[in-house]
């Protein structure tokens, strides 16, 4: 079984690397796989070069299947699933563009700079928000898994009593820190 050293993880975690691109995707794919079967459920998760944690209450024998299909799915007929609606990335993209927005115009001279100029600002750049996050996931944050990517296992544990699920990969070619 071959593995990222320590530093190398790091880095890829730190620098947004092939492994964790890639993890990132395969983290979605199986979360909709997860959702259409349980669909009461309410799941999220997060991906590292090591693999991904997909926080939900479902039987542990269930992760596993989910996720080669999702592999398989990604790879072949259905890379949009490495896109999701729900991801962090949409926030963290909303949060940037409203903050910047309100600052610019609270920067701005008088007449500009007014309370219903911030809040029209900060109301268009959410709106830009959406389609730019789904933008900045298919081009920054996920990555189609490459043919060396094999899951190696799952392994339940809980935080704070919510129950998650583990899913650890191994990825030779996504070693190196960039692979376009």
Do not use: D
Not at 54 to 73: D, R, Y
Not at 167 to 180: D, G, H, I, K, Q
């Amino acid at each position: 079984m071959v593995s990222l050293n320590p530093l190398n993880a790091a880095l890829q975690q730190l620098l947004l690397g092939s492994a964790v691109r890639q993890n990132h995707a395969l983290e979605h794919a199986t979360i909709v796989l997860l959702s259409r079967k349980f669909p009461e459920v309410r799941f999220s998760g997060v991906s590292s070069a090591l693999g991904f944690v997909v926080f939900g209450n479902v039987p542990t024998e269930e992760v596993l299947p989910a996720a080669e299909e999702a592999l398989h799915l990604l790879r072949t007929t259905q890379p949009e699933l490495a896109i999701h609606e729900r991801c962090g990335t949409n926030l963290a993209v909303a949060g940037l563009l409203s903050g910047l927005s309100a600052m610019t115009v609270a920067r701005m001279r008088r007449p500009f700079n007014t309370f219903n100029n911030v809040v029209l600002a900060t109301t268009a750049a959410l709106v830009l928000a959406r389609p730019l996050g789904l933008t900045v996931q298919r081009y920054l944050t996920t990555q189609t898994p490459s043919p060396s990517m094999r899951i190696t296992g799952v392994r339940r544990f809980e935080v704070l009593g919510t129950p998650a699920h583990f899913v650890s990969t191994e990825n030779p070619e996504a070693e190196r820190l960039f692979s376009w």
